[in-house]
């Protein structure tokens, strides 16, 4: 195993377009982990997210937000990268506007497909949070040993 450099880190998290995004839920004192379709520019993930626990949370705890990213052809051939950073949500309509053109046709496909037109705000994808996690720290792991789990059984 071993470390990625800070490029390798960066280079995994912009060629990905799924995450998993850990928020601490005080309430029931434990991780709630969660998918999420994203992209980074410029140091942070761009987001959006209908209502949800999710939303609940970040706002709850907007800090200490955790962020993975993997690839993984195999138990012997991965990378992985964490990130650590903090909610900002964006309610600026051109920001918004921005951030939502940031995943071109993607949201023809995902959660916004039926709200991608100008909903009732006046904004596309009203209703929906718009957001972004700067990350503080960002760290990666990689193996290339081959080892197979089948080799051991």
């Known amino acids: 195993m071993r470390e990625l450099s800070m490029d390798d880190i960066e280079a995994l998290i912009s060629g990905s377009k799924i995450a998993r995004l850990g928020i601490y ?15 980074f ?17 970040l706002h709850e705890q907007p800090r200490r937000v955790c962020f993975q990213v993997d690839q ?11 990130g650590w950073g903090n909610f900002e949500q964006i309610t600026d309509p051109d920001q918004r506007m921005k951030v939502l053109q940031g995943f071109g046709d993607r949201l023809q496909r995902g959660p916004l497909r039926e709200r991608s037109r100008f909903g009732r705000a006046g904004m596309v ?13 960002l760290t990666g792991r990689a193996d290339s040993s081959g080892w197979s789990a089948a080799e051991s059984d």
């Open 25 to 39: 839920d005080r309430h029931h004192q434990r991780v709630y982990i969660v998918p999420v379709s994203y992209y």
């Open 72 to 82: 993984i052809s195999d138990e012997g051939e991965w990378q992985s990268a964490l």
């Open 125 to 137: 994808a009203a209703g929906e949070t718009v957001y972004r996690i700067v990350f503080e720290q």
């Open 41 to 57: 520019r410029d140091g942070a993930a761009y987001l959006h997210s209908a209502p949800g626990l999710k939303l609940d949370l």
